[in-house]
């Protein structure tokens, strides 16, 4: 199997570079701070408000125009960046006006949602982070840096960390998954692989952290919708991966649209200046959301000049989309509503995330033509974006090992996603070109060429309902079929018969997740079900394939049929990755990041929940009365966290610990030995659980303390360790101190949350 890391480090890192400049440094720090008064000290009261406007330049939609002249304020010092403008050229030539035209020429910061990739497409944040591999993930944000930093973009709206539990929300697409550990690590991997070591060469970019805070916990998984925790859920589950950006260097950070404790993000004092600077120590820029001062009134809060000053004074220093502080910040400054010291303030952490990109010593340093020539969706970036998908795909079934197909025979490829290369790259692919990506049936051809047939009918469209699926496919109009679903089906029947095996390519459209896609139902659409249905009755062998955003409810599917491998949208490159695993070349290795429900009913479903006065025995598998549980359903999600299978095996054995009582400045390592009991070399994510048996407050059944992903040849046997020290064992008290309680503990370890091996040990 091959290693990322020593393949990323050779082709991703280039050796362009500009003197960097890191804030750490006292030195460079004075010289930023006399630099950046020195040129305050010139900025009229409209040119530092000018720096606090972000509009959208309009050639990217993501929430409503509000139609404005980019160019105009540009001139007029009147905006300090915009974002979702597109084209190298016409961004260096806004940069240009800024520069040239503009009083005191401050370059502007030009940002996109770059969420997981730019030409070069990665898969979704959610399938990427089921990779666990972290390297691999630092590279895909190395090489979204990389891309749209060539095309003159210098800030990606991301990483957005949102913990969610909620599959409904068509934005766990976006996301790490269910667990704050494992969503810390990503946030730190992104953040590297973004901002480089100084955010200051011409390929590094600056981060932006979102959604600050709580947004994946939108009651009922609506988007937008009201958010109500405790501060006791909000630090030891929600908050941490944000706080790891933030500890990683992030240097901005996106408040969210939602409430927190009744008041809107944007303007929440306690979260923006309490916990994100005081208690993090964060040292860049809030930027709002798209809008969100404009919709403190629609909350039910005050109007928009109220909220734009109540913005800034809790910390929000950028107004995305509201017009806000451009709009009455100087009018509040003259009712006193804000200070001067107030706005300066703002400015002040705006400009010096100019300073540090470099823009003040080279505005034109994103604007690399050479390099866009030669780096954007280059060899290298493809081959990475092949290998990480292959590795984002999880195994959930594969009953008398129907996988890997032989690369012989009649395949028969069937299914509404098997021909689009439009849905391939998935939801928030800005920088994508679908023109030049394949499609599954081109992979598929390309991988058996000269060794086996594919033939291929679409079965079925998206949806049967028209209007759905041009709302929720990027090209839905181009790409629906007219021909009736009994024709579709026919077709379908007839390549099916005449195939060896069948390979059905279903789920959902690219567009069904992220930004307001939620979804009520997650069951495979009505017709696509038809689908199946029928192709299982040829009694031939079928591979379903689930294209989807989120965890999908596959209940049905998993009773019936044999083989499943989830592919998430894999990016620009899933069909090459989607063959490699597939047909052999590569043994999947993804395990999932967060619960697959056996039905909506269940959700919300993670496996760190609190163990309740009345929990149910696992062994019992019907329902119990006075006991907390469903009539209808089991507690138990289909496919739990950490689950995916392999086409080898693994034995997990010998589990053991080198002493039974931790005291502080102690470790104790607990060992497990992993063993590849099959025949094909394979990666497997081996997990460590923890759980608290007694806590001042209730603590969750277990919780992931730490993974290893290995790489086992067959036969092949390794010990993987778990460090366990007091640090690892601590969460928020009641007082929202960190602490580790002395007591009795549990640790395990297996494959998955379900199947672990436990051991018992005491905190001194
Ligand atoms: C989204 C953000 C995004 C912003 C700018 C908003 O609607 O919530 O995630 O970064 O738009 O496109």
Redesign the pocket.
């Known amino acids: 199997m091959k290693n990322i890391a020593v393949l990323t480090t050779a082709a991703v890192i280039s050796a362009s570079s500009v003197t960097a400049t890191t804030p750490a440094d006292t030195a460079q720090r004075e010289k930023m701070d006399s630099f950046i008064s020195s040129l305050m000290s010139k900025m009229t009261l409209e040119e530092k408000i000018g720096q606090l406007n972000l509009p959208s330049s309009g050639d990217i939609m993501?929430?409503a125009v509000i139609d404005h002249n980019t160019e105009a304020a540009v001139t007029q010092g009147k905006i300090g960046g915009t974002?979702?403008i597109r084209g190298a050229e016409k961004i260096r030539a806004l940069q240009q006006l800024a520069v040239e035209k503009s009083r005191l020429g401050i370059p502007l910061l030009i940002g996109m949602?770059v969420i997981h990739g730019f030409e070069t497409v990665f898969p979704i944040p959610l399938g990427m982070s089921c990779t666990w591999n972290m390297p691999a993930i630092e590279a895909a944000a190395r090489t979204a840096a990389v891309e749209m930093s060539a095309s003159g973009i210098n800030w990606t709206?991301s990483p957005?960390v949102d913990i969610s539990r909620d599959p409904r929300w068509g934005r766990m697409a976006e996301g790490a998954g269910e667990d704050p550990y494992l969503g810390s690590e990503v946030a730190r991997a992104m953040v590297r692989g973004y901002q480089g070591k100084y955010m200051s060469r011409n390929d590094e970019v600056m981060a932006c952290v979102?959604?600050f805070a709580l947004y994946g916990a939108a009651e009922a998984g609506r988007d937008y919708n009201t958010v109500d925790m405790s501060r006791q859920r909000m630090y030891n589950v929600y908050f941490p991966p944000y706080r790891a950006a933030v500890e990683e260097g992030a240097a901005s950070v996106?408040s969210s649209?939602n409430l927190v404790d009744g008041i809107p993000a944007t303007e929440n004092r306690w979260l923006l200046d309490d916990v994100l600077r005081r208690q993090w120590k964060f040292g860049g820029f809030v930027v709002t959301?798209?809008g969100s001062i404009g919709e403190v009134a629609v909350h039910g809060l005050e109007d928009l000049p109220e909220a734009s000053a109540r913005a800034l004074k809790a910390g929000s220093d950028m107004d995305?989309c509201s017009f806000g502080f451009i709009g009455t910040l100087k009018d509040n400054l003259e009712k006193g509503k804000v200070t001067m010291d107030e706005i300066d303030r703002a400015v002040r952490r705006v400009l010096e995330a100019k300073y540090r990109l470099g823009l003040f010593e080279n505005p034109y340093k994103y604007n690399d033509v050479e390099r866009e020539k030669t780096q954007v969706y280059c060899e290298a970036h493809r081959r990475l974006a092949r290998e990480i998908a292959a590795q984002s795909f999880v195994l959930l079934k594969n009953d008398g090992g129907v996988l890997p197909l032989a690369k012989k025979g009649k395949v028969a490829l069937v299914g509404p996603l098997a021909n689009s290369a439009v849905n391939m790259p998935g939801t928030w692919s800005f920088g994508a070109v679908p023109e030049k990506y394949k499609s599954l049936k081109q992979g598929f051809e390309d991988a058996l060429e000269g060794k086996a047939e594919v033939v291929y009918a679409k079965g079925c469209n998206l949806y049967e309902d028209p209007d759905l699926e041009a709302g929720c496919t990027v090209l839905g109009h181009e790409m629906r079929d007219p021909r009736t679903e009994e024709e579709l089906l026919a077709e379908a029947l007839q390549a099916a018969e005449s195939a060896d095996v069948i390979v059905a390519a279903m789920g959902e459209a690219a567009e069904s997740s992220g930004?307001s896609s939620s979804r009520t139902d997650l069951t495979l659409p009505a017709t696509q079900r038809r689908l199946l249905e029928a192709l299982l009755a040829t009694g031939k062998p079928v591979v379903m394939l689930n294209f989807s955003g989120r965890p999908t409810v596959m209940t049905w599917e998993t009773e019936h049929v044999p083989a499943i491998l989830n592919v998430w949208f894999g990016g620009s490159e899933a069909p090459d990755a989607i063959a490699d695993v597939v047909f052999g070349d590569v043994n999947p290795s993804g395990k999932l990041t967060a619960s697959m429900p056996v039905n909506v009913g269940q959700i919300p479903i993670y496996y760190n929940h609190f163990n309740t006065g009345r929990p149910k025995d696992p062994s019992k598998r019907t329902f119990t009365k006075y006991i907390s549980n469903y009539l209808d359903a089991p507690n138990e999600p289909l496919y739990p966290f950490g689950y995916g299978l392999s086409y080898t095996t693994y034995d997990y054995s010998d589990f053991r610990l080198d002493r039974q009582k931790l005291t502080e400045g102690d470790s104790i390592r607990a060992t497990v030995r992993v063993t590849n009991t099959g025949d094909r070399e394979g990666a497997e994510i081996v997990q460590f659980y923890i759980r608290d048996r007694k806590g001042s407050v209730a603590r969750p059944v277990k919780e992931l303390k730490h993974f290893d992903r290995i790489i086992l040849k067959p036969g092949e046997s390794r010990d993987v360790e778990f460090v366990i020290t007091p640090e690892k064992l601590k969460f928020y008290n009641y007082d929202l101190e960190f602490v580790a309680e002395p007591g009795e503990f549990e640790v395990m370890a297996g494959p998955d949350s379900r199947r672990v091996q436990s051991l018992r040990f005491t905190l001194e």
């Open positions: 993501t929430g974002f979702n949602d709206f957005m979102k959604h996106m649209f959301d798209y995305m930004e």
